[in-house]
């Protein structure tokens, strides 16, 4: 059965075709979320691991090495469910830092361009052998599918022709796949759906290969055991032990296959979006190479059985053109093309991605800011993209016919093995350095070169190395050889320079970004930058206008940052997160570069002080990741800082360059700043009056401050500021203390006012005893006059004495009841107390201070208005309210007293034309220390102990403001009190009367 060559084009164009409308469909979201987002379709998508090596290759390869051939899916399959300790704590890393490709893996951990570059080119060459394969497969399948015949010597125009046909439609399929547009962050879910498409294909084909083809030689599977039970020569190869390290070596080579071939880590890393799928990965990838290991025995027995001229290699096509089913003989050979595709779709992606970010851009970068870096950028990958293909389609030519599948297959996995030692020490060895892994990768890709791609294309293996080795090994198994040379110098050159250099800090600080279960511990620099929006102009210079504004605006969307940010933590955080997502697009040497030039941190002149601020923000974020001694450390961290924020006193962590690392809570009370808002600025950043208050300290040579006062929109506050440095190996920072003693402060202030009044009622008392002497002398000789003279105007005079002489007694009787401490035990018996009559005398007392304001008092009291209280104590109540509604009231304005009866409790007002109190005053007013007088100019003790002596007395009192009748000004107090019993009031006033 012989196909045209037509249409096997047309077969395969349409199929890659259908890929193309099945990603396109996925990215514009035409088929169901479910189904584009669901583990099992990324894990799928990983089945790019089974190349075209997997349907074809892997026959001849167990034919070879007997029951070895499962270390190919084995040795994978070992890697995901080593899960925890390598591929997660790697995923960690990329993702964090936007690290796309090995090369940026490397490169970040060893913090030097020449590592990029060295690992681009060596993963180049290592993957030559493995493009090679997949043109390899599609080329002769389609040669065997033509011509209907074995492979030959004389079809190598054809094969050529053939190859290079598929690596022109491949290469704009890759273009159309993965090189569209510019994904800096979110994978190609359209790419993932259809590699997801492609591994069922494939993996259906394989299947169904083997069932069909046990059944049709065989008859079944009983068939074919009882074949097997007659020809012992059949399975004696099987289960013949290989030589020396060979499976050893191939379960080695075939586990790093996971992180060191580019498409693999590609797929695992890049285009993995959350580890929650690398959970299923890890037993959804063994299941799925499981079942395509099944078919592989039975095709080759089938194949043995039927004596097909065709190479094992390609046997399941051969037993398709036996069978004589064309369906079937296509499905197989679309098979075969989808794992190809597959494979040299996203190995050159990821191969692409790495030349430009460490090979082109190191020396060669767009200028000018009116330079449209992502198209340049695009353009430039697309560009790779076919030099790649090229490359590896030349790299195919020149090797012809004389390499197998599985040869190439364990030379380019060789050769990807070179990079497992760097691998490991990014997550378990700091002590690595970039000398060493430099060392050692180039001491092992050279034994690499030599034993593996020079015999390529001279024919000739070099002895010299089988004479170092100690096992025998045959010619074919070479690659063991040299597999097991090169790792053994590429890890003791490594380890050895390693050893006997110096780690730099940057290096240091990168490990501890990589190492497992720790955290990057960033110094504490400082930015020339007053404003976020300084970055954005900066980078123009060098990313141009447009991708400027785009990354500048896209760091400050995930950060949750504005362009206004002055905080110089917050500066830092923008510029990191930059790098990071520069690192995506061009790598992250290229973006280390690019950032360092335009945004440079000044010379460190605060010491090598971490940046505490985002370790804390690291470690909240990472606590549920944190296990054994770590989780005990960082509970122990968590109850220390909780220690801190609850303590009575405010606690502030200043940076020697005066950033803000804590502010506590008691700190946030005190000065009303928010923790969040201040945490990471500059002290110079405080709103007044804090900044000059801490500054002003800082700047003094005390230590201690004590009742230092600060003027607040709230009124006048008290503190008590202490200083002291760190005193811990390698922090630099300052400790104050703030300690709020207003409280304190203003119950003093206070108590020596009241000292001050009872001294001056003690010398009122003995002023008005002393005075009353010669005023009652004045009044009885006044008396006598009326008595002793007829003269009107001596009897007139003598008269106005009289009343001058008991205005002067009234005035001292007032200052002398005012004096009196009056009743403070509320349990007392409750006396009549006239309300107007208090009422006078409190207006009497008022009018004395001839400084104060003139306001008019309105005494609308009735007097038969009498309430059960203590007279000295009502008195001081109506001299607070009187004297507050005078301080309120503009000049000349009347305040009225107004007394009602309501029920059994008389119903008092003080009403005035003030501005009234704000609404949300109001429940504070009659709080101890509460004013709203200018600072100075009140205590905030008389509202209170209004509001407390009218409690005693059983009444109640309440604010109204403004007054409705006033239409929006003035203030009314009500006061409710008990009234006296009628009778008992009707005595008291024929008493007063």
């Known amino acids: 059965m012989i196909f045209d060559i037509n249409t096997l084009l047309f077969i395969g164009i349409s199929y890659l075709l259908l890929l193309f409308a099945i990603a396109y469909a996925a990215e514009r979201q035409l088929l169901p979320a479910k189904l584009i987002n669901h583990p099992a379709t990324y894990v799928l998508s990983l089945g790019i691991y089974a190349s075209g090596f997997a349907v074809y290759g892997a026959v001849g390869f167990a034919q070879h090495y007997g029951y070895s051939f499962l270390n190919y899916y084995i040795g994978l399959s070992a890697a995901m469910i080593l899960l925890p300790i390598l591929l997660a704590p790697l995923h960690r890393i990329c993702k964090s830092y936007r690290l796309n490709s090995l090369a940026d893996l490397l490169s970040f951990r060893f913090r030097s361009s020449w590592v990029g570059s060295l690992v681009t080119v060596f993963t180049a060459v290592a993957v030559w052998p493995l493009l090679a394969i997949q043109i390899q ?20 125009d054809y094969r050529n022709l053939t190859g290079f046909l598929f690596c022109l439609i491949i290469t704009v399929f890759t273009i159309l796949f993965g090189s569209r ?12 759906t259809a590699l997801a498409f492609e591994s069922l294909v ?74 929650k799928n690398l959970a299923t990965a890890s037993w959804g990838l063994p299941l799925f190479l499981l079942i395509m290991s099944l078919p592989i025995l039975p095709i080759l027995w089938a194949g043995s059985a039927s004596e097909l001229s065709l190479p094992a290699d390609y046997y399941a096509l051969g037993l398709s053109l036996e069978i004589g089913k064309p369906w079937l ?40 800011r009116n330079i449209d870096i992502y198209r340049w950028l695009l353009m430039t990958r697309q560009l790779l993209i076919c030099v790649i293909i090229l490359v590896g389609f030349v790299f195919y030519e020149l090797i012809g016919e004389s390499q197998s599948l599985t040869n190439l297959t364990m030379t380019s996995a060789s050769g990807c093995l070179q990079f497992l030692p760097g691998v490991l020490a990014v997550l378990y060895w700091p002590r690595a350095n970039r000398n060493g892994f430099i060392g050692g990768l180039c001491a092992g890709f050279t034994v690499w070169t030599i034993g593996l791609v020079v015999p390529m294309f001279t024919g000739s293996q070099p002895n010299f190395l089988k004479d170092i080795y100690i096992y025998p090994v045959s010619d074919d198994q070479f690659w063991v050889v040299v597999t097991s040379l090169s790792l053994a110098l590429n890890g003791l050159v490594f380890i050895i320079v390693s050893l006997l250099s110096d780690v730099s800090p940057e290096e240091r600080r990168a490990a501890e970004a990589c190492t497992l279960d720790d955290l990057n511990r960033p110094t504490r620099q400082t930015l020339n930058l007053h404003y976020a929006s300084e970055i954005r102009l900066r980078l123009q210079e060098v990313l141009g206008d447009s991708a400027a504004a ?49 945004l440079p941190y000044t010379d460190n002149l605060i010491g090598s002080s971490e940046d505490i601020t985002y370790i804390e923000e690291r470690l909240e974020r990472y606590q549920t990741n944190l296990t054994g001694l770590a989780a005990d450390l960082d509970s122990l961290r968590r109850y220390h800082r909780q220690t801190l924020e609850d303590l009575p006193i405010g606690v502030c962590a200043l940076g020697r360059d005066q950033e803000i690392l804590l502010w506590n809570t ?9 923790s969040n808002t201040v945490t990471g600025s500059r002290l110079t950043g405080l709103p007044e009056p804090w900044a000059n208050c801490l500054l002003s300290f800082l700047a003094s040579s005390d230590l201690h401050r004590s009742k230092f006062s600060v003027e607040t929109n709230k009124g006048l506050r008290w503190l008590n500021l202490h200083r002291t440095e760190s005193q811990m190996l390698g922090r630099d920072e300052l400790i104050v203390v703030v300690e709020d003693i207003t409280d304190t402060q203003l119950l003093e202030n206070e108590l020596t006012h009241q000292e001050r009044l009872a001294s001056i009622g003690r010398l009122a008392a003995g002023v008005a005893h002393e005075i009353g002497n010669p005023v009652t002398g004045i009044a009885c000789l006044a008396q006598n006059l009326r008595f002793e003279s007829d003269n009107p105007d001596t009897l007139e005079a003598a008269s106005q004495i009289v009343k001058q002489t008991q205005r002067i007694s009234s005035i001292v009787h007032s200052l002398v009841n005012f004096a009196h401490t009056g009743r403070e035990d509320p349990t007392q018996a409750f006396e009549a107390v006239t309300v107007r009559d208090c009422v006078m005398e409190a207006v009497q007392l008022l009018s004395l201070d001839q400084q104060a304001r003139h306001i008019h008092y309105n005494n609308n009291c009735p007097s038969d208005i009498v309430v059960a209280g203590d007279t000295q104590r009502l008195m001081q109540v109506f001299i607070n309210l009187l004297s ?20 059994n409790s008389a119903h008092i007002m003080v009403t005035d034309h003030g501005t009234g109190i704000d609404e949300k005053l109001q429940d504070q007013i009659f709080e101890p220390f509460f004013t709203t007088k200018e600072p100075g100019k009140g205590t905030g003790l008389g509202l209170a102990l209004v509001y407390s002596i009218i409690g005693d007395l059983g009444g109640d009192i309440s604010i109204e403001s403004p007054v409705p009748e006033f239409g929006g000004n003035g203030t009314r107090i009500h006061i409710h009190l008990n009234l006296i019993d009628s009778e008992a009031a009707k005595a008291t006033l024929e008493i007063i009367g």
């Open 550 to 598: 785009q990354e500048f605006k896209r760091a400050l969307d995930e950060l949750k940052l504005d362009e206004l940010e002055t905080r110089p933590y917050a500066l830092r955080r923008i510029r990191d997160r930059i790098e990071v997502n520069l690192s995506s697009l061009i790598g992250p040497s290229s973006a280390r570069r690019v950032i360092d030039r335009a």
């Open 329 to 368: 003989t296509i499905l197989i050979y679309l098979g075969g093309l989808s794992a190809a595709s597959g494979a040299i779709i996203i190995t050159t992606l990821a191969l692409a991605s790495m030349c430009l970010n460490h090979l082109v851009l190191p020396v060669l970068r767009p200028r000018g």
């Open 884 to 903: 507050n509604a005078r301080d309120a009231s503009p000049e000349d304005s009347m305040i009225t007293i107004d007394a009602t009866r309501d029920d």
């Open 181 to 192: 547009n510019l994904a800096s962050k979110d994978s190609h879910r359209g790419l993932v």
């Open 202 to 275: 494939k993996v259906f084909a394989v299947l169904l290969i083997g069932i069909i083809s046990t059944y049709v030689v065989f008859g079944s599977f009983e068939g074919l055991q009882v074949w097997l039970d007659s020809k012992p020569e059949t399975l004696a190869p099987l289960n013949e032990p290989q030589a020396g390290d060979v499976n050893r070596l191939m379960l080695i080579m075939f586990f790093a296959a996971a992180v060191c071939m580019p498409h693999i880590f590609h797929m695992l890393f890049a285009e993995n979006p959350s580890s």
């Open 137 to 156: 497969t599609v080329s002769e399948s389609t040669l065997i599918l033509s011509l209907g015949r074995s492979i030959d010597s004389g079809s190598g």
């Open 666 to 674: 008691t700190m946030a009370d005190i000065t009303k700043i928010k």
